[in-house]
T-cell receptor, first 115, second 113 residues
Framework: GESVGLHLPTLSVQEGDNSIINCAYS??????FIWYKQESGKGPQFIID?????DKRQGQRVTVLLNKTVKHLSLQIAATQPGDSAVYFC??????????????FGSGTQLTVLP | NAGVTQTPKFQVLKTGQSMTLQCAQD?????MSWYRQDPGMGLRLIHY???????DQGEVPNGYNVSRSTTEDFPLRLLSAAPSQTSVYFC????????????FGPGTRLTVT
């Protein structure tokens, strides 16, 4: 199986600063990693993903870093804005034998952007 | 496109009652799934479907049934509600088994008293 953990349940940053949210996973066979953002009262929204054959991927103001050696994943948000305040989940994709791909989610980090 | 829609948004049940949570998507996605979200925990997979007529169990299937008679709809049935099923339920869909980008519905907040 797979277990996924986030390092901090909460994170507060000043508006304009960079944010770093961390995630650890357990199964070295995991092949795909995804970050989701969940605003209050809404469903999770896809942010960015990365395959296991990569160690870095950049999007708009976001960067995901993957360290397979220590099974660690991070999401970096540049110039954090008030609209970035949300819960951020990492999800790890594993293909159990004989089954469809399934995602295992971490417990989430609540990011609060301070004015 | 409306994306993934869920009804109702809120529901209160008494222990032992049954009900169906509705989920529909208009993106012609093959893969649909149900998750529950509890405080301090990540989303946990209840049931999923890789296409019409095919369903399978996820991590926490007990107390729930699903069916997939059409591509668009994937209802979740609670057979006999228990307080432990108090949670927020999310339906999600994606294009196919090989696809990774899931689209989530807005959720149903269920309370069982």
């Amino acid at each position: 199986g797979e277990s996924v953990g986030l390092h901090l349940p909460t994170l507060s940053v000043q508006e304009g600063d960079n944010s770093i949210i961390n995630c650890a996973y357990s199964n070295s066979a995991s092949d795909y990693f995804i970050w989701y953002k969940q605003e209050s009262g809404k469903g999770p929204q896809f942010i960015i993903d990365i395959r296991s054959n990569m160690d870095k991927r950049q999007g708009q103001r976001v960067t995901v870093l993957l360290n397979k050696t220590v099974k660690h994943l991070s999401l970096q948000i540049a110039a954090t804005q008030p609209g970035d305040s949300a819960v951020y989940f990492c999800a790890v994709n594993l293909v159990p034998s004989g089954s469809a791909r399934q995602l295992t989610f971490g417990s989430g980090t609540q990011l609060t952007v301070l004015p | 496109n409306a994306g993934v829609t869920q009804t109702p948004k809120f529901q209160v049940l008494k222990t032992g009652q049954s009900m169906t949570l509705q989920c529909a998507q208009d993106m012609n996605h093959e893969y649909m799934s149900w998750y529950r979200q509890d405080p301090g925990m990540g989303l946990r997979l209840i049931h999923y479907s890789v296409g019409a007529g095919i369903t399978d169990q996820g991590e926490v299937p007990n107390g729930y049934n699903v069916s997939r008679s059409t591509t668009e709809d994937f209802p979740l049935r609670l057979l006999s509600a228990a307080p432990s099923q108090t949670s927020v339920y999310f339906c999600a869909s994606r294009w196919g088994q090989a696809s990774h980008e899931q689209y989530f519905g807005p959720g149903t907040r269920l309370t069982v008293t």
